[in-house]
């Protein structure tokens, strides 16, 4: 299933950031991780509550679609890290400092006690700014209470970041199709 992926080698940005650009056949890998809306159990924020931000987390919470699609891809990232780590980052790890400074892209509370949750990046403007929506197709501004609707996101799986010895992957939304909880949303 990511036979075509392939991560670059490690850059370092000007402000320090260290990524690996992930590409798929040469491509962007875009994605539609779900046919099924699914929730939004918060509004999209930052962890400082910067309300001038235009980079926000945004979290998803996974169906079973999206489980098995991004546990598989956290298999495949471990094994691919672990294989190419000498290339990509300049060193040889062990499967252990794979295993432990690997984030996985879905988060499980410890105790089971909610539902799995995708992190993702949402770019209110500029460069990879997310579009919206309606279940119809039509092009919709963003919500304002994140409670009252369910959404299909087109996801871009950009990069693998790494600092020190963890690393894990950006996620960024790029089309969100949204609709009220009570309502199905079916892609049209």
Same mark, same amino acid.
């Given at each position: 299933?990511?036979?075509?992926?392939?991560? #670059?080698?490690?850059?370092?940005?000007?402000?320090? #950031?260290?990524?690996?650009?992930?590409?798929? #056949?040469?491509?962007?890998?875009?994605?539609?991780?779900?046919?099924?809306?699914?929730?939004?159990?918060?509004?999209?924020?930052?962890?400082?509550?910067?309300?001038?931000?235009?980079?926000?987390?945004?979290?998803?919470?996974?169906?079973?679609?999206?489980?098995?699609?991004?546990?598989?891809?956290?298999?495949?990232?471990?094994?691919?890290?672990?294989?190419?780590?000498?290339?990509?980052?300049?060193?040889?790890?062990?499967?252990?400092?794979?295993?432990?400074?690997?984030?996985?892209?879905?988060?499980?509370?410890?105790?089971?006690?909610?539902?799995?949750?995708?992190?993702?990046?949402?770019?209110?403007?500029?460069?990879?700014?997310?579009?919206?929506?309606?279940?119809?197709?039509?092009?919709?501004?963003?919500?304002?209470?994140?409670?009252?609707?369910?959404?299909?996101?087109?996801?871009?799986?950009?990069?693998?970041?790494?600092?020190?010895?963890?690393?894990?992957?950006?996620?960024?939304?790029?089309?969100?199709?949204?609709?009220?909880?009570?309502?199905?949303?079916?892609?049209?």
């Amino acid at each position: 299933m990511f036979s075509a992926f392939s991560l #670059a080698e490690q850059v370092t940005s000007a402000r320090g #950031a260290k990524t690996c650009q992930l590409t798929k #056949a040469g491509k962007k890998v875009q994605l539609q991780p779900t046919s099924e809306a699914v929730l939004v159990p918060f509004a999209p924020s930052t962890f400082d509550k910067d309300e001038s931000a235009t980079r926000l987390t945004l979290e998803l919470r996974c169906n079973k679609m999206m489980l098995c699609y991004f546990d598989a891809f956290d298999d495949w990232a471990r094994e691919y890290i672990l294989d190419n780590s000498l290339r990509m980052f300049r060193k040889q790890l062990t499967p252990e400092q794979v295993n432990d400074g690997y984030h996985p892209t879905v988060k499980r509370n410890p105790t089971g006690a909610y539902e799995p949750l995708l992190r993702t990046k949402l770019n209110t403007s500029g460069r990879g700014e997310v579009s919206y929506w309606t279940p119809e197709g039509q092009r919709r501004e963003a919500p304002t209470d994140w409670r009252r609707v369910s959404v299909i996101p087109q996801l871009e799986i950009t990069n693998l970041w790494s600092m020190s010895r963890e690393m894990g992957w950006v996620l960024s939304p790029i089309h969100i199709r949204r609709c009220r909880r009570t309502t199905l949303c079916r892609p049209p």
